[in-house]
């Protein structure tokens, strides 16, 4: 019998081997004009094996890069678009830059940190208590999310006194919102199983359809 692992490997498995024995074939097409016809059908039956990405801006370029290496890159064609190479595919991406910066406080997260050197920077003392009052807020509603306990605000001003080094100063009688507050609360409040509200509506049928 004549087994897949007995066979020659697909390079692009996700086409089928029928593709694969159609771009052998295109490799063996002499004239120029019948190859670049034959590759283009390739490209047809390629692009309606995946017809949802279709309206995918490089959806044809990607086809005819894949035809490339399913050829080994061996198929003289006139593609409209450069034709990939070895090398070029064996490229490794550039190494993303990561920020070694430490957070000192993880659950409030950089963005804090950030608006709080914003804040020591203002001049103008009404703008720069609102942001500190704006800052206060967003970090116990921050601390609310990762600890079930509530949180003074004490802590908080405290916590932000720290991340300043001590050049912020509170505004005196600044009071927080409450974690209760609607807008503190709807994200941490749990939201009910789907299967729970269809028991729910099927009780509630049971009751306005008795037994007579």
């Given amino acids: ?103 000192k406080y993880k659950h409030y997260g950089r963005t804090i940190e950030s608006l709080i050197t914003k804040a020591i920077e203002m001049e103008e003392p009404k703008e720069k208590n609102a942001l500190i009052q704006m800052i206060a807020n967003h970090m116990k509603k921050s601390y609310t999310t990762w600890n079930k306990d509530s949180v003074p605000d004490d802590k908080i001003f405290q916590d932000i006194i720290q991340l300043s080094d001590g050049q912020l100063q509170i505004p005196e009688e600044l009071k927080l919102r409450e974690s209760r507050d609607k807008d503190f609360s709807q994200k941490n409040k749990k939201r009910k199983n789907p299967r729970d509200q269809r028991n729910d509506n099927r009780n509630d049928n049971r009751k306005f359809h008795k037994k007579r």
């Fill in 1 to 103: 019998m004549d087994y897949n692992s007995n066979r020659k490997h697909l390079v692009l498995p996700e086409y089928g081997r029928n593709v694969q024995k159609m771009v052998n074939f295109a490799m063996t097409v002499e004239d120029r004009d019948e190859r670049n016809r034959v590759a283009k059908s390739i490209i047809a039956v390629m692009g309606n094996m995946y017809p949802h990405l279709r309206d995918v801006s490089d959806f044809r370029h990607k086809l005819w890069d894949h035809l490339a290496i399913m050829s080994d890159f061996t198929l003289d064609i006139d593609s409209p678009y450069e034709a990939p190479t070895k090398e070029k595919l064996a490229e490794k991406p550039d190494q993303l830059p990561y920020s070694n910066q430490r957070i």
